[in-house]
């Protein structure tokens, strides 16, 4: 059964920086595909960004690219977002999620939470004006 467990959520200010983890376990064949989401008040869970845990290639929604960044970290089975120049619209319930279906080009395409079979606990990030 593979399992997520995230950290690294809290308050900042407008401008500051965070960084999620997100420790893998139980995965016992394929390469997952990571995503990271987030979910508002009242607002549906969003695509944030995908790393691809075999060749690290990432792909980011068009409000965080450029200022997020997605990594894996093969030797400690961990994943990151790398989160800098935060907003108050960043603030948000994230997620990891991860499938272990497909390849690397299907990670790139990965936009939908339906696609993505595992799901981490969820962490808050606050960004104050």
């Known amino acids: 059964q593979v399992q997520l467990v995230e950290s690294g959520g809290g308050s900042v200010q407008a401008g500051g920086s965070l960084r999620l983890s997100c420790r893998i376990s139980g995965v016992t064949y394929g390469s997952p595909c990571l995503g990271w989401f987030r979910q508002a008040s009242g607002k549906e869970r969003e695509w944030v960004a995908s790393v691809y845990y075999g060749d690290a290639s990432t792909r980011y929604s068009d409000s965080v690219k450029g200022r997020f960044t997605a990594s894996r970290d093969t030797s400690k089975s961990e994943a990151y977002l790398q989160m800098s120049s935060l907003r108050p619209e960043d603030t948000a319930e994230y997620y990891c999620?991860?499938?272990?279906?497909?390849?690397?080009?299907?990670?790139?395409?990965?936009?939908?939470?339906?696609?993505?079979?595992?799901w981490g606990q969820g962490t808050q990030v606050t960004v104050s004006s």
């Open positions: 999620a991860a499938t272990v279906h497909g390849s690397s080009v299907l990670c790139s395409r990965r936009r939908a939470p339906s696609e993505f079979d595992y």
